[in-house]
C-alpha cells in the first residue's frame, strides 16, 4: 500500500459497532455503518482501539439489557486511559432510558433512538458533554440512509418501521414508535441498486410485513410489493420477517404459490398455544385460526417450512395452558423455534398483571419446549437425507483438512435450513444443488452434484 495512502487512512476516524438484538438492529448498525463511512470514518475490530464506540441496544428481553449495562461499565475504564474516545449509545435501551443513561453513566457522549440513526454525525460534532436524540422523527421512513453490509449474498431491506399493535408483553411500540411503510419507489431502488451490487437474496424487514402499505397513497399493499420485486432481475431468493398471524392474508399465502422466487419459510410467532392466554396477550388470532392457517399453507406449497416465536410463563400461564403450547409444537413441528422466558418490560401492561410466574417455572417450560423441538428438528433434518436441495453458496467454512484440496462451504436451503459441504473451489453466491447426506440437530451434512 503506498504511503500516502496509508498516511491517509491513519488520519482517518475509527470506529467500532458492537450490536444486541434481533435482525432489525443488526440492520440498524448496517445503517448506522454506512452513515459513518459516508462521513469518513473507517470500521475497525477492537472497541478499545476505535476512536468512537457505538454500542447498538435491544430492550426486547431483559437479558439484553443487562449485558448493555455491563459493556457501558467496561468501556469507562477504557475512557479513563483514553479520554478522547467517544461513546454513543444507540437503539431501544437508548430511545427508552436516554435521560437515565446520560445521569448515570457520564462517560457517554451520544444517545440516539433508532429513528434518529441518521443524525449520528451531526451530532458528535456537538459540543456539548452529552447529547441525547431520542424524539420522534415522524420522517424516518422517507429518509435514504446508506447501510454498509456484511458483504455476501444477502442483503436486508427494511420495508417499514415500528409496530401499532401493542401486545401486552412487547415494548417494541414504545421504542420505534408508529408504524411507517417505506414508499415502494425506495424499495425498488434499493432492491435494484442491491441486484446491481451482486445480492441475490433479498430478505425483507419489518415488524409485521403482513400490513405493508397502510398509511400510504398507493394503495400497495405486501402481496403487491413482493410482486414488484419478483419482477427484478438479479433477484433470485426473496425471503421476509415477521408476519403477524392475524394479518396473513388469503392473498399473501397464495404468493408462496406464485412466485417462484420467494422462498418456502415462514417465521409465524405464535407466542403461546391457549386462547386464553393469546387473548391477555393481546395477539388478536385463535390458536385454530393459526392452525388453519399453516394447514393453508401447507395445502398451497406441500413443502413449506414454518418456524415461530414462544413465550414461556407469560403471566397467568397455567400448567394447561402451557400443555397447549406443547400440542402446537407437536401438532406444526416447526422447523425451528425461538423461545424465551417471558420478562417485564417498561410500559407493557402485562408487566402489571398480578399472576406472574416464577423464575424457576419459567425456566422449566422453557426447557421442555426446548428439548421438544429438539427432537422435531432432529427428525425433520434425517427425513431430507437422500433428497437434492438448492443451495446458495455464503462462502468458505474451514481451510482444507489434513492437506486436503476441497474447503468446506456453507449456505442455505430454500427452507433456510444451513448445509455444510466440500468443494474444491469458492462457490460463494453461487446456487448449487446439495444430496444431502446426513441431517444434524441444527444443520444438513451433502455432497455437491455439480462443482
Ligand atoms: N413483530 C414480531 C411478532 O409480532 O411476532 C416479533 C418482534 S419481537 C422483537 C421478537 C420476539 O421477542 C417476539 O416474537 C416475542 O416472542 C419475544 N418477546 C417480545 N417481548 C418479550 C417479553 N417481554 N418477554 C419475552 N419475550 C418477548
Ligand atoms: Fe411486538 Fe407484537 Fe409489534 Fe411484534 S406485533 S413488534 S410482538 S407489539
Redesign the pocket.
Known amino acids: 500500500m503506498p504511503n500516502e495512502l496509508k498516511t491517509y487512512l491513519k488520519l482517518r476516524p475509527t470506529f467500532h459497532i458492537r450490536t444486541f ?2 435482525q ?1 438492529n443488526v440492520h440498524d448498525s448496517e445503517r448506522l455503518a454506512g452513515v459513518l463511512e459516508g462521513e469518513g470514518y473507517s470500521f475497525v475490530t477492537s472497541q478499545e482501539s476505535a476512536d468512537l464506540v457505538v454500542i447498538n441496544t ?1 430492550s ?3 437479558k439484553a439489557d443487562q449485558k448493555f449495562f455491563s459493556d457501558l461499565g467496561r468501556l469507562k475504564k477504557v475512557k479513563a486511559l483514553r479520554p478522547e474516545m467517544k461513546i454513543a449509545v444507540a437503539g431501544c435501551i437508548a430511545q427508552q432510558q436516554g435521560r437515565e443513561i446520560q445521569s448515570r453513566f457520564p462517560h457517554v457522549d451520544v444517545i440516539l433512538g433508532p429513528q434518529n440513526i441518521a443524525t449520528l454525525p451531526e451530532l458528535l460534532a456537538k459540543t456539548s458533554s452529552c447529547v441525547v436524540a431520542t424524539g420522534e422523527n415522524q420522517d424516518y421512513h422517507l429518509r435514504k440512509v446508506p447501510a454498509i453490509r456484511a458483504g455476501g449474498h444477502r442483503a436486508w431491506v427494511p420495508v417499514m418501521y415500528g ?1 401499532d ?1 401493542f ?1 401486552s ?4 411500540p414504545y421504542t420505534r414508535g408508529r408504524e411507517q411503510s417505506r414508499p415502494v419507489k425506495d424499495v425498488i431502488d434499493e432492491v435494484l441498486s442491491l441486484a446491481d451490487q451482486g445480492y441475490s437474496e433479498i430478505t425483507l424487514l ?3 410485513v403482513n400490513s405493508y402499505g397502510k398509511g400510504l397513497s398507493d394503495g400497495m399493499d405486501f402481496p403487491a410489493l413482493l410482486e414488484q420485486i419478483h419482477l427484478l432481475e438479479g433477484i433470485k431468493r426473496i425471503r421476509f ?4 398471524p392475524k394479518d396473513l392474508s388469503e392473498r399473501l399465502m397464495e404468493t408462496f404459490r406464485d412466485l417462484p422466487k420467494l422462498c418456502n419459510h415462514m ?1 409465524l ?1 405464535v ?1 403461546a398455544g391457549s386462547d386464553r392466554v393469546l387473548e391477555r396477550m393481546n ?1 388478536g388470532y385463535t390458536v385454530s385460526e393459526y392452525l388453519d392457517k399453516i394447514e393453508r399453507l401447507r395445502k398451497l406449497v406441500p413443502d413449506m417450512a414454518f418456524t415461530t ?4 410463563g ?1 403471566p397467568g400461564e397455567e400448567e394447561s395452558d402451557f400443555e397447549e403450547t406443547v400440542k402446537v409444537v407437536r401438532t406444526v413441528e416447526y422447523d425451528g423455534i ?8 417498561p410500559h ?1 401492561k ?2 402489571f398483571f398480578n399472576d406472574q410466574v416464577s423464575e424457576v417455572e419459567k425456566g422449566r417450560r422453557l426447557n421442555i419446549i426446548l428439548s421438544i423441538q429438539d427432537e422435531i428438528s432432529k427428525l425433520k433434518n434425517k427425513v431430507l437425507v437422500g433428497t437434492v436441495q438448492e443451495i446458495i453458496v455464503e462462502g468458505e467454512g474451514s481451510a482444507p483438512k489434513n492437506g486436503g484440496s476441497t474447503t468446506h462451504q456453507m449456505g442455505r436451503t430454500r427452507t433456510n435450513k444451513i448445509v455444510h459441504f466440500e468443494s474444491e473451489n469458492n462457490l460463494a453466491g453461487k446456487l448449487v444443488q446439495v444430496l444431502i447426506a446426513e441431517g444434524l440437530q441444527h444443520s444438513l451434512k451433502g455432497r455437491i452434484l455439480k462443482d
Open positions: 438484538g434481533c432489525m435491544c426486547v428481553r431483559d409496530c399493535n401486545c408483553y412487547c415494548i417494541v419489518g415488524q409485521n420477517v415477521t408476519s403477524h417465521h410467532p407466542q395477539r416465536d414462544i413465550i414461556a407469560f425461538f423461545a424465551f422466558k417471558y420478562s417485564k418490560r407493557t402485562a408487566r
